[in-house]
């Protein structure tokens, strides 16, 4: 069974040295596997010459054969292993505040049904670098991309205006929105000082308008309280995808324009184990989720 873990994983990564990093071995165990493997089948597996690792006809066919069973029993193993210990697993799953209480909070009995063995607590947090977000089962991170991050991305940024159908009628506010309008709104601001996040000047920058910052500004706490203000009328806020299209497709707010996008920006996430049977699954079922409406 070493042997196959290791021809399978060397197989999949293109490198013995990836192979040992993901079973935690050291390259010469991984390919001294190997070579058992191949004196037991009688064949190369693998083509050695000029340097270069590559797959010879009968390890390509010898891979594709092997794959499938090889993760069928490691998620039987990983099973078995989790409900002889732990009959309900529990997995956290951290997120921002806004995140976590206006997109997957609403989610969570859906996420239950579809997973009815698993008990899930979900874990608000803001900051980036906070040691509870990596120490997560499932962490979904909003930011730019991160390369060295084994992340998967969930929704990109979208950021445009929003505010209550009955505002925009009283302001006579049409689909988007020039600078001259903005200059006369009731613009609602979040008290974060993080680079993440677009405040209202960053956004009219990327939008292509000045617009002078102001004296007179009440921030609020949090950005669930910020979008309060704006389902009751108090004025326009910022919007982002995910965080407000439950609130677009009920009609309780409207958005407006300009959409300001930022490349790579976005929810992005990330499991513990990243070839864990159990985290494994739910993470999919959140990404799917992020583009099909709330059940």
Not at 25 to 39: C, G, K, M, N
Not at 103 to 114: F, Q, Y
Request: aromatic residues 8%; glycine residues 6%.
């Amino acid at each position: 069974m070493p042997s196959l873990i290791a021809f399978e994983a060397t197989a999949r990564l293109g490198s013995m040295t990836a192979a040992a990093d993901e079973e935690r071995a050291t390259q010469p165990t991984i390919s001294q596997r190997i070579r058992v493997l191949e004196e037991t089948l009688g064949v190369p597996l693998f083509d050695r010459r000029g340097g270069r690792l590559e797959l010879t006809a009968h390890g390509e066919r010898f891979y594709r054969e092997i794959a499938p069973g090889l993760k069928d029993i490691q998620e039987a193993c990983e099973h078995l292993i989790h409900s002889s210990h732990n009959p309900s697993p529990s997995l956290v799953i951290a997120a921002g505040s806004g995140f976590t209480h206006l997109w997957l909070l609403p989610r969570l009995p859906a996420l239950k049904r579809a997973f009815p063995d698993r008990s899930f607590r979900l874990m608000p947090v803001d900051r980036a670098d906070d040691p509870e977000l990596q120490a997560a089962d499932i962490a979904i991170r909003f930011g730019p991309y991160v390369p060295q991050d084994a992340a998967q991305l969930v929704a990109s940024e979208a950021v445009f205006p929003i505010c209550s159908p009955d505002y925009a009628r009283r302001h006579r506010l049409h689909k988007t929105l020039t600078l001259s309008v903005l200059q006369q709104l009731t613009l609602l601001h979040q008290d974060i000082k993080d680079p993440r996040w677009l405040d209202w000047v960053q956004w009219a920058r990327l939008a292509g308008m000045n617009l002078a910052p102001r004296d007179d500004v009440f921030a609020y706490h949090n950005y669930a309280l910020l979008l309060n203000a704006a389902l009751a009328g108090e004025g326009v806020a910022l919007g982002w995808t995910p965080l407000v299209g439950d609130y677009l497709a009920s009609g309780e707010l409207v958005a407006l324009g300009p959409r300001v996008t930022r490349k790579d920006y976005g929810y992005w996430l990330s499991t513990k184990h990243h070839r864990s049977a159990i985290a494994g699954p739910v993470g999919d079922w959140l990404i799917d989720a992020a583009h099909q409406p709330i059940i």
